[in-house]
């Protein structure tokens, strides 16, 4: 049972005489029963609530450790992704290069191939400017000896047969008697 102190039976005294009684000492005892009553519900109440904290506190306590596990387990998750993503940015890196020079090889392929077609189509003769180099040439042996054929006409045969390696202005076709004078015929 609950137990007071002197002063405060007094008090609990001169608070029964303001309010009276109905016999000696009944309305105290209702009264202190009521309060003792009162005050072992606030106890029990008080004990389930800290006994439910501690049991918040052991949940949240328990929940903050995996949680702490985890983010130790990520810590080890992120560091191996980082390594993966620096291998992954270096091959990237090396792919983009690889394009960027294939890239410069086909746009410089095709450059060539159209100087290539333009060498051609400027070496390539046409059926008139063959027959007119031939015609020079048979007036030329005709006119000259032998020497003639084998310096100057057989070379010059020989440089557009062989297209004079692709070149449109090679001084040694632009040169030669033969082909300048043919020019100068056609011109």
């Not at 000896?145 to 449109?168: C, S």
Request: charged share 30%.
């Amino acid at each position: 049972a609950l137990k007071l102190t002197p002063e405060e039976a007094e008090d609990l005294d001169a608070v029964f005489e303001l309010y009276g009684d109905s016999g000696p000492g009944s309305t105290q005892r209702k009264f202190v029963e009521q309060i003792a009553k009162k005050m072992q519900q606030l106890e029990k109440d008080n004990i389930q609530e800290i006994l439910q904290s501690e049991s918040e506190v052991h949940r949240i306590t328990e929940a903050l450790l995996n949680l702490a596990s985890h983010i130790d387990n990520a810590k080890s998750w992120l560091a191996e992704s980082e390594s993966r993503l620096v291998d992954c940015a270096g091959a990237s890196a090396s792919l983009e290069n690889e394009l960027l020079l294939r890239e410069t090889q086909i746009r410089n392929m095709n450059a060539l191939e159209a100087k290539l077609a333009e060498i051609q189509d400027a070496i390539t003769l046409s059926d008139y400017d063959e027959f007119t180099l031939k015609y020079a040439s048979l007036a030329k042996m005709q006119a000259d000896d032998n020497g003639y054929l084998t310096e100057e006409i057989v070379p010059a045969l020989e440089a557009v047969r062989a297209k004079l390696d692709y070149k449109p202005n090679n001084p040694e076709l632009l040169n030669m008697r033969v082909l300048r004078e043919g020019r100068e015929n056609l011109m």
